[in-house]
């Protein structure tokens, strides 16, 4: 007879399993460096750095979420959320994830305000400083954000560039520690586009002890000086870094399978060469098969059938709605620039 465990209602599965519910012993050492600091890059962030901020956001989210606490730790503080590029999750997890906090957050499009057309980036800069206290900017161009974060007097985080996408590698990590315990000695396979969250993976991993395997078409491979960076941190923290143009190499022993969109906003006029590029590199149960046994998958979303089939997406090992979910905890740590009132989660 099987057994059927009905998850209440007023619980959800995370906090309703708790073992489901993993990070770590609480850190003893608060890193002061990061007080006022702006997320650009995970390149400028120590390991310890990260790890900090990954135990804040996964103590938020049990307190908040499982334990129903309230947190008012941003009450009276204003965010200014600059989008050129439309967005799901990175809009909803930070205007909900500053909210549950207290805080304001103010969303402004290239519709609402004049970013560097009518007034420059280095006057609305100095302009959003006065009146909030730190800002999210979704942009094209990471030479805007760099501008942005050089001109303005609080912090300045980086909601998407061409370059990198570090809010949601945090997430990500967040979402594999959970579910694994320990980021260390896993295998990332990346199958897809040499792209911005790429990126900040190959920034960024081997800090963990995560090898990494990279599968990218040729002509899509990831950019020369993150290569480089990417074989000096694997060098250092000694990891494997392998990159190749075949899918199923990539896949091989890998504990968690990634992808994301061959198509990214800005490159539609590319989207038929892009799929004949991209023939054979959708992840499917054919290369899960050469995977680890406890094999995992993720995507940041939005997702089109021609990058993962249903049967993988859809899966028990797929966690794409918890990372998804996980970028609103993350986004609350750096809502502040404390960041976020840590002398008070840690009292």
Same mark, same amino acid.
């Given at each position: 007879?099987?057994?059927?465990?009905?998850?209440?209602?007023?619980?959800?599965?995370?906090?309703?399993?708790?073992?489901? +519910?993993?990070?770590?012993?609480?850190?003893?050492?608060?890193?002061?460096?990061?007080?006022?600091? !702006?997320?650009?890059?995970?390149?400028? +962030?120590?390991?310890? =750095? /990260?790890?900090?901020?990954?135990? $804040?956001?996964?103590?938020?989210?049990?307190?908040?979420?499982?334990?129903?606490?309230?947190?008012?730790?941003?009450?009276?503080?204003?965010?200014?959320?600059?989008?050129?590029?439309?967005?799901?999750?990175?809009? %909803?997890?930070?205007?909900?994830?500053?909210?549950?906090?207290?805080?304001?957050?103010?969303?402004?499009?290239?519709? =609402?305000?004049? %970013?560097?057309?009518?007034?420059?980036?280095?006057?609305?800069?100095?302009? *959003?400083?006065?009146?909030? =206290?730190?800002?999210?900017?979704?942009? +094209?161009?990471?030479? =805007?954000?760099?501008?942005?974060?050089?001109?303005?007097?609080?912090? $300045?985080?980086?909601? *998407?560039?061409?370059?990198?996408?570090?809010?949601? /590698?945090?997430?990500?990590?967040?979402?594999?520690?959970?579910?694994?315990?320990?980021?260390?000695?896993?295998?990332?396979?990346?199958?897809?586009?040499?792209?911005?969250? *790429?990126?900040?993976?190959?920034?960024?991993?081997?800090?963990?002890?995560?090898?990494?395997?990279?599968?990218?078409?040729?002509?899509?491979?990831?950019?020369?000086?993150?290569?480089?960076?990417?074989?000096?941190?694997?060098?250092?923290?000694?990891?494997? *870094?392998?990159?190749?143009?075949?899918?199923?190499?990539?896949?091989?022993?890998?504990?968690?399978?990634?992808?994301?969109?061959?198509?990214?906003?800005?490159?539609?006029?590319?989207?038929?060469?892009? %799929?004949?590029?991209?023939?054979?590199?959708?992840?499917?149960?054919?290369?899960?098969?050469?995977?680890?046994? !406890?094999?995992?998958?993720?995507?940041?979303?939005?997702?089109?059938?021609?990058?993962?089939?249903?049967?993988?997406?859809?899966?028990?090992?797929?966690?794409?709605?918890?990372?998804?979910?996980?970028?609103?905890?993350?986004?609350?740590?750096?809502?502040?620039? !404390?960041?976020?009132? $840590?002398?008070?989660?840690?009292?």
């Amino acid at each position: 007879m099987v057994k059927v465990v009905t998850v209440p209602h007023s619980l959800n599965f995370f906090c309703h399993f708790p073992w489901r +519910y993993r990070h770590g012993p609480q850190p003893t050492k608060t890193p002061t460096q990061l007080k006022g600091q !702006d997320l650009l890059t995970l390149q400028n +962030y120590s390991a310890e =750095d /990260i790890k900090y901020l990954l135990w $804040v956001a996964a103590d938020l989210k049990e307190r908040i979420k499982c334990k129903g606490e309230y947190l008012p730790l941003l009450q009276g503080k204003a965010l200014a959320m600059i989008f050129e590029k439309r967005s799901t999750r990175t809009r %909803l997890s930070t205007e909900t994830g500053f909210a549950v906090l207290g805080g304001h957050p103010c969303f402004l499009t290239t519709q =609402d305000i004049h %970013l560097g057309i009518n007034e420059s980036i280095t006057d609305t800069a100095r302009v *959003l400083s006065t009146m909030t =206290d730190a800002i999210l900017a979704r942009v +094209y161009k990471h030479v =805007d954000l760099e501008v942005l974060a050089q001109q303005a007097t609080i912090p $300045v985080i980086n909601g *998407l560039s061409d370059s990198d996408h570090p809010l949601q /590698i945090l997430a990500d990590y967040l979402t594999l520690q959970e579910h694994y315990g320990s980021l260390n000695g896993l295998t990332l396979s990346w199958i897809g586009d040499g792209n911005n969250v *790429l990126n900040s993976i190959m920034l960024s991993a081997a800090r963990f002890g995560m090898n990494l395997h990279v599968a990218t078409p040729k002509g899509f491979e990831p950019d020369p000086m993150v290569i480089k960076i990417a074989e000096q941190e694997s060098v250092k923290h000694r990891t494997k *870094l392998f990159l190749t143009s075949v899918p199923t190499e990539a896949a091989k022993g890998a504990n968690v399978l990634i992808t994301d969109t061959w198509i990214s906003m800005g490159q539609e006029a590319e989207k038929e060469e892009r %799929l004949r590029a991209f023939q054979g590199y959708q992840i499917t149960m054919k290369t899960a098969k050469v995977a680890a046994a !406890d094999w995992t998958f993720l995507h940041c979303l939005p997702r089109k059938p021609e990058e993962v089939d249903d049967e993988v997406f859809y899966s028990p090992q797929s966690l794409v709605f918890q990372e998804a979910e996980n970028r609103k905890w993350i986004v609350m740590v750096y809502g502040h620039s !404390d960041p976020i009132g $840590v002398k008070d989660l840690m009292a």
